[in-house]
Nanobody
């Protein structure tokens, strides 16, 4: 099993920044990719970004490209999501996900999930 613990959500004004963190523990060798998905109230889950550990390749949703950056600290088994130029439409619960890169990069499924962290962007 892999445990994912997220932190860093909160309330920010439009145009502001937040950084989310996700620390992985347990059988982390079984997952080769980590990333973030989000779900806003009344909406479907949405892919945000993913980081492939072995290749270092990153993937982003078009809606966040150029504003969000996913990165990792291998020594800490932690992945980060730096979110800049936040918009009200970025408001959602953000979930950390860890899985195999065999799934499409924008898959809405994952093997492991964090508990979610709320990000609220006010106008």
């Amino acid at each position: 099993q892999v445990q994912l613990v997220e932190s860093g959500g909160g309330l920010v004004q439009a145009g502001g920044s937040l950084r989310l963190s996700c620390a992985a523990s347990g059988r982390t060798f079984s997952t080769k990719r980590m990333g973030w998905l989000r779900q806003a109230p009344g909406k479907e889950r949405e892919f945000v970004a993913r980081f492939n550990w072995s290749s270092g390749i990153t993937y982003y949703a078009d809606s966040v490209k150029g504003r969000f950056t996913i990165s990792r600290d291998s020594a800490k088994n932690t992945v980060y999501l730096q979110m800049n130029s936040l918009k009200p439409e970025d408001t959602a619960v953000y979930y950390c996900a860890a899985d195999s890169p065999l799934r499409p990069y924008n898959s809405l499924s994952s093997d492991y999930w964090g508990q979610g962290t709320q990000v609220t962007v006010s106008p």
